[in-house]
């Protein structure tokens, strides 16, 4: 029986941190459900997929991708790497179904099954990699000890200070800046700064507004929730001693009785381990609970947008939710989403005796899903039930559901599930329609300059089909399109997610010149 989740706080003026306030965070104990791996895992950072599963390093220094039951799946070296990645160390989030996989012979990006060498490889040593984070728009940022980076069609660019490389950060998330523009926050030692977005490529590089007593011991991490159709998102900062949080234009300090060790963000979601306890934050519930049965004192290794955590517990690895999983295809968090319609399926664990399933935008009316005809996934998924949100065609064919009622902008799809034994479970995804959106993508100002980075070295020099010039791009514009959204091209490793949605959005504005 699951215990439900509620959040209080008692709020006092503390006149000594610059007005701060001050709360008691209280968290509610909740049961837990839980999934064993069946591969011992390093207790290392990896990687969680929303879709269920992540990627983590064996005991013998290999990476591995774990299905959300548990089992095991391969990641193979890509035929084109110059050198095969060595042993891994440690593995960190590069989109939402990407990641940056740090071994003894430099960086590795870890994708469909493959281990790719990034072309950027050569201009970052393995050796001096800090942490990575990804933003709203699909652009990952690096922290290394020559500087901060990111990672932006394929091509690394370097953010720098007054011309200098920004160098010695501890800890970095993404976040809105102090005036709620698009931030990246970082750490270094005793001071948190955040480069904020004021033009396509231009930051302006600004104080927390932190002093130096709210940070007294140095900063242990930094995390950032995304915003939502209601929320502009959130940092957190933990200390030696507190946990802090800023929302719109002020920060929160939160008196926790035990040290803050770590905190990792995803989406919406927020999981800190602090003391012996494992707490979660659910951002749009504004609700706090504590993981309640785990044997021992848990190790965070990564967390995913879905809500649910993956922890060393003793000698075993576990995947932590507060309840019934509700994952989905065809759509994740935070997703730009530039297509008319979609196929979007809920995915549950099969033997799941649902009841009902409705799903619905924003604060629209719900639609039903008829859960008589969920479908069995097929090997490595038979252990999983798909049911299409949009319905099934007597073919059996999957129908999409339409963004075309929706204006431009964020918005939420709602999805709740019901059990035969009344166990009801909601599951908010928050992404951004630009279906109609007025900028338009050119070949000549958008496109090329991606394509002479990414592509022209196979397609230019004798792969079929030839496409060097606008006319054979624009002629093979919608089979290029499925193969860069599948991820299947550029052969040397997938675009990021905002190359992707470029590609993407090219094609549907009528490939452009």
Same mark, same amino acid.
């Given at each position: *029986?699951?215990?439900?989740?509620?959040?209080?706080?008692?709020?006092?003026?503390?006149?000594?941190?610059?007005?701060?306030?001050?709360?008691?965070?209280?968290?509610?104990?909740?049961?837990?459900?839980?999934?064993?791996?069946?591969?011992?895992?390093?207790?290392?950072?990896?990687?969680?997929?929303?879709?269920?599963?992540?990627?983590?390093?064996?005991?013998?220094?290999?990476?591995?991708?774990?299905? %959300?039951?548990?089992?095991?799946?391969?990641?193979?070296?890509?035929?084109?790497?110059?050198?095969?990645?060595?042993?891994?160390?440690? #593995?960190?989030?590069? %989109?939402?179904?990407?990641?940056? $996989?740090?071994?003894?012979?430099? &960086?590795?990006?870890?994708?469909?099954?493959?281990? #790719?060498?990034?072309?950027?490889?050569?201009?970052?040593?393995?050796?001096?990699?800090?942490?990575?984070?990804?933003?709203?728009?699909?652009?990952?940022?690096?922290?290394?000890?020559?500087?901060?980076?990111?990672?932006? +069609?394929?091509?690394?660019?370097?953010?720098?200070?007054?011309?200098?490389?920004?160098?010695?950060?501890?800890?970095?998330?993404?976040? !809105?800046?102090?005036?709620?523009? !698009?931030?990246?926050?970082?750490?270094?030692?005793?001071?948190?700064?955040?480069?904020?977005?004021?033009? =396509?490529?231009?930051?302006? #590089? /600004?104080?927390? %507004?932190?002093?130096?007593?709210?940070?007294?011991?140095?900063?242990?991490?930094?995390? +950032?929730?995304?915003?939502?159709?209601?929320?502009?998102?959130?940092?957190?900062?933990?200390? !030696?001693?507190?946990?802090?949080?800023?929302?719109?234009?002020?920060?929160?300090?939160?008196?926790?009785?035990?040290?803050?060790?770590?905190?990792?963000?995803?989406?919406?979601?927020?999981?800190?381990?602090?003391?012996?306890?494992?707490?979660?934050?659910? =951002?749009?519930?504004?609700?706090?609970?504590? =993981?309640?049965?785990?044997?021992?004192?848990?190790?965070?290794?990564?967390?995913?947008?879905?809500?649910?955590?993956?922890?060393?517990?003793?000698?075993?690895?576990?995947?932590?939710? !507060?309840?019934?999983?509700?994952?989905?295809?065809?759509?994740?968090?935070?997703?730009? $989403?530039?297509?008319?319609?979609?196929?979007?399926?809920?995915?549950?664990?099969?033997?799941?005796?649902?009841?009902?399933?409705?799903?619905?935008?924003?604060?629209?009316?719900?639609?039903?899903?008829?859960?008589?005809?969920?479908?069995?996934? &097929?090997?490595?998924?038979?252990?999983?039930?798909?049911?299409?949100?949009?319905?099934?065609?007597?073919?059996?064919?999957? /129908?999409?559901?339409?963004?075309? =009622?929706?204006?431009?902008?964020?918005?939420?799809?709602?999805?709740?599930?019901?059990?035969?034994?009344?166990?009801?479970?909601?599951?908010?995804?928050?992404?951004?329609?630009?279906?109609?959106?007025?900028?338009?993508?050119?070949?000549?100002?958008?496109?090329?300059? &991606?394509?002479?980075?990414?592509?022209?070295?196979?397609?230019?020099?004798?792969?079929?089909?030839? *496409?060097?010039?606008?006319?054979?791009?624009?002629?093979?514009?919608?089979?290029?399109?499925?193969?860069?959204?599948?991820?299947? *091209?550029?052969?040397?490793?997938?675009?990021?997610?905002?190359?992707?949605?470029? *590609?993407?959005?090219?094609?549907?504005?009528?490939?452009?010149?």
């Amino acid at each position: *029986m699951r215990g439900r989740l509620f959040w209080t706080t008692v709020l006092v003026w503390n006149l000594g941190c610059g007005g701060t306030i001050t709360e008691a965070l209280t968290a509610a104990p909740v049961d837990v459900s839980t999934i064993n791996s069946m591969v011992h895992v390093a207790a290392t950072p990896a990687f969680a997929d929303e879709r269920g599963g992540g990627l983590f390093i064996d005991l013998a220094g290999r990476v591995v991708r774990l299905r %959300g039951d548990g089992t095991r799946a391969a990641l193979e070296s890509h035929p084109q790497n110059p050198t095969p990645p060595g042993a891994a160390s440690s #593995i960190w989030p590069l %989109g939402p179904y990407t990641a940056l $996989v740090v071994t003894e012979r430099g &960086l590795y990006v870890a994708d469909g099954g493959w281990l #790719i060498a990034p072309a950027w490889q050569t201009r970052l040593s393995a050796e001096g990699f800090l942490s990575s984070a990804t933003g709203i728009d699909g652009i990952a940022w690096i922290a290394h000890q020559d500087g901060l980076f990111r990672v932006e +069609g394929g091509e690394l660019k370097e953010l720098k200070a007054n011309g200098a490389p920004i160098t010695g950060i501890t800890a970095l998330a993404i976040a !809105p800046a102090t005036d709620l523009r !698009p931030g990246v926050w970082f750490a270094q030692g005793n001071t948190v700064s955040v480069a904020a977005q004021t033009s =396509a490529n231009v930051f302006s #590089i /600004r104080d927390s %507004g932190l002093t130096a007593d709210e940070l007294t011991g140095g900063v242990r991490g930094i995390a +950032g929730i995304t915003a939502s159709r209601t929320s502009a998102g959130e940092v957190w900062v933990i200390t !030696p001693k507190v946990l802090l949080q800023r929302t719109l234009v002020s920060w929160r300090r939160y008196e926790l009785g035990r040290t803050p060790k770590q905190v990792m963000s995803a989406g919406r979601f927020l999981w800190l381990q602090s003391g012996d306890g494992l707490y979660r934050y659910d =951002a749009d519930a504004k609700l706090w609970s504590l =993981a309640k049965g785990l044997e021992a004192v848990p190790t965070l290794l990564a967390v995913d947008a879905a809500g649910s955590a993956w922890v060393r517990v003793g000698d075993r690895t576990v995947s932590v939710a !507060p309840s019934l999983p509700l994952r989905l295809t065809g759509l994740f968090q935070n997703q730009i $989403v530039y297509e008319p319609e979609a196929v979007v399926q809920l995915v549950v664990p099969q033997g799941t005796a649902l009841e009902a399933v409705s799903w619905r935008f924003d604060d629209n009316d719900a639609r039903a899903v008829d859960v008589t005809k969920g479908q069995v996934g &097929l090997p490595p998924q038979q252990n999983l039930t798909f049911h299409s949100l949009g319905g099934v065609e007597a073919s059996g064919r999957l /129908r999409l559901i339409s963004f075309a =009622a929706l204006t431009d902008g964020l918005h939420t799809l709602e999805v709740t599930a019901r059990t035969t034994e009344g166990v009801e479970t909601k599951r908010l995804l928050h992404f951004d329609l630009e279906a109609s959106a007025s900028i338009q993508v050119s070949w000549q100002r958008d496109i090329r300059p &991606l394509v002479e980075a990414r592509c022209s070295k196979c397609h230019g020099t004798g792969t079929e089909p030839k *496409m060097t010039t606008y006319d054979e791009w624009k002629t093979n514009a919608e089979a290029s399109a499925t193969a860069v959204r599948d991820r299947r *091209m550029p052969a040397d490793g997938p675009l990021d997610a905002a190359g992707i949605q470029l *590609m993407q959005r090219w094609v549907n504005g009528g490939a452009l010149p």
